[in-house]
C-alpha cells in the first residue's frame, strides 16, 4: 500500500511541459532582424536556440517548436543545425537538456 501511494504521488507531481511564452519570458523578434535571411546556400546571418529536457514528451515538443518555427519562417534557409548535450539551470534545480540551435 506504501509502494502504491509514493507512485500516485511521484505520478501526479510530475512537471508539465511548458512553452517560454506562458513561462512569461520573451523570445526575440525576428521581424527586428536587421540583416536578412540569405538564400544563396552560403553563410548563416543568424541563430535560433531551442531546449528541452532530456524525456521522450519534452523532445516530441521541441520538435514541434522546431518545425513550427520554421513553418513561420519561410524565408529563411537552413544553413547548419548544431545539437549540444548539457546541463540546465533554472529555478527548478539543473537538468539535462538537450540545446538545438538552428543557423539561417
Keep these: 500500500m506504501l509502494e502504491q501511494n509514493r507512485i500516485k504521488h511521484d505520478v501526479e507531481t510530475k512537471p508539465k511541459i511548458r512553452t517560454l511564452a506562458s513561462m512569461g519570458s520573451t523570445t526575440e523578434d525576428e521581424s527586428s532582424w536587421q540583416r536578412h535571411a540569405k538564400m544563396t546556400g552560403q553563410g548563416a546571418t543568424h ?58
Design 47 to 104: 541563430v535560433k536556440s531551442f531546449h528541452c529536457k532530456l524525456q521522450g514528451a519534452a523532445l516530441k515538443h521541441l520538435d514541434q517548436q522546431i518545425n513550427a518555427w520554421l513553418e513561420g519562417h519561410e524565408n529563411c534557409e537552413i544553413k547548419l543545425v548544431t545539437p549540444q548535450v548539457g546541463e540546465w539551470s533554472d529555478n527548478l534545480g539543473k537538468a539535462c537538456h538537450l540545446i538545438v540551435q538552428v543557423w539561417v
